[in-house]
């Protein structure tokens, strides 16, 4: 598994740990010192007054102080944005919206007009069916009334075109292409939605378990956006209140889990009725084991 971009490097500067005063400081030393683990103490900090990407960085400084392993954080897809323009090795694409947390990145460009309109191509050869949607309980593939697109599957690597694709996207987010899911291509023609739902898969609802068997659970997703859509379409996320509006040729990245592997509660998301226009995207899920 690939090292995590997202890791702070350790250092010895203590102004995050000292940010929220004296005692949470004498807390989070003394707690690692008797051994606590970091993870564990970092739901208790964000149950208090701690963000979670402030308490992440207190725990870094402190372990570095204490001379510790900082390692302790969960490996996820992650892109990182330290510039407004991404290589992607095979071209260049720019940052429009960057969010912490929960992670979301807005990229433009990701794919050329070209490559969206091949990717539509080959899905329509191999035929687009109405999209089904995993029942929690039964792990099968069912119809639902919440999702009324039509769609078609890729396998991982499948062809020349798709197999370059998912390798940009593994670069960029650090992140295998051996650990991913083959491209889904989904199309909306006015009307038709995704209400919100969540791409992780719940541990606790039997369904889950024939999913989570192979390839763990969804740790990230990506939508690519193959068209222009005239009106709606957008990419919900209602608890953020957050709207992507659809660009052909853009995508946007989002963490299916928090910092510590958690099903992130706040990427709640849909695909927002289409008004006028057709709506074409490729979904892309990332998995914590090979896949
Ligand atoms: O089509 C979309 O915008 C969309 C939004 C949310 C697709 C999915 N989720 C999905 O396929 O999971
Ligand atoms: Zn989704």
Redesign the pocket.
Known sequence: MSTPVAKLEPTLSCTTLDSKGATWREWVLDNLQRGCKPQTMLENMTAKVWDIETAAQALDEALALLKQPSDWRSSRPYINTPANYLDCGDRVAQVLFSLLNPRIVLLDNLLSQQECDTLIELAEQKGIKKSSVVDHESGQFVDHDGRS?SGSYFTRGENEHVARIEKRLAAISDWPVTHAEGL?I?K?EPGQE?RP?F?WFDPSKPGSAKQLARGGQRLG?F?LYLTDVEAG???IFPTLGVEVCPRKGAGVFFADVDETGKPEQKSL???SPVIKGT?I?A?YWQRENSY
């Open positions: 697109s889904q989904l909306y995704y739902h791409d997703t939508v379409g957008g990419t998301h849909g695909g709506k995207v979904t």
